[in-house]
């Protein structure tokens, strides 16, 4: 009987220690972050789709880390996802954009170009692909609503 407690303890204490282990060096998803990779995983289903989250990529000047990367035999989606409340401020062409809550500013870089950073390393690591093949995607979670320009511009930033 006191074999079996102590199995069971030290069975439950590896189950804690490890759970802590992983959660200490899997990259932190924000909620924006798991809504969408749970949109993408129920209206893109496998075998035809095949999701990866928090891709690290290397990159020129060190890496890059990719929301998301949707594959499929209809191209490979590359997803930003901002998971922003309050207005924002945008226009395709400026390198930032502003997001105002209760007359607080915050500054922050333009996704479309943040994203046009990522397709170009996946675009690079899958340099068998025509290039038209990697399609950028900025999706916006939360409750933000744009006001004047909405971001419309393409995935090389223009």
Do not use: C
């Not at 997803?79 to 209760?102: C, L, R």
């Amino acid at each position: 009987m006191n074999t079996l407690l102590y199995i069971l303890i030290a069975g439950g204490f590896g189950f804690a220690i490890g759970r802590l282990w992983v959660h200490s060096i899997r990259p932190i998803q924000n909620s924006g972050e798991a809504l969408l990779a749970r949109q993408l995983l129920a209206n893109f289903p496998a075998p035809d789709y095949h999701l990866m989250n928090n891709v690290t990529l290397r990159v020129e000047d060190g890496t890059t880390q990719v929301d998301h990367i949707l594959v499929s035999k209809y191209g490979v989606f590359v997803f930003e996802t901002k998971d922003y409340k309050g207005w924002i401020f945008a226009n395709p062409n400026n390198a930032s954009w502003t997001q105002v809550i209760f007359r607080r500013n915050y500054k922050f870089q333009n996704p479309i170009y943040q994203n046009y950073k990522h397709v170009r390393a996946v675009q690079s690591l899958l340099d068998f692909l025509p290039t038209e093949a990697v399609v950028s995607a900025v999706v916006f979670t939360g409750e933000a609503e744009f006001n004047r320009h909405f971001p419309l511009g393409n995935n090389q930033g223009e």
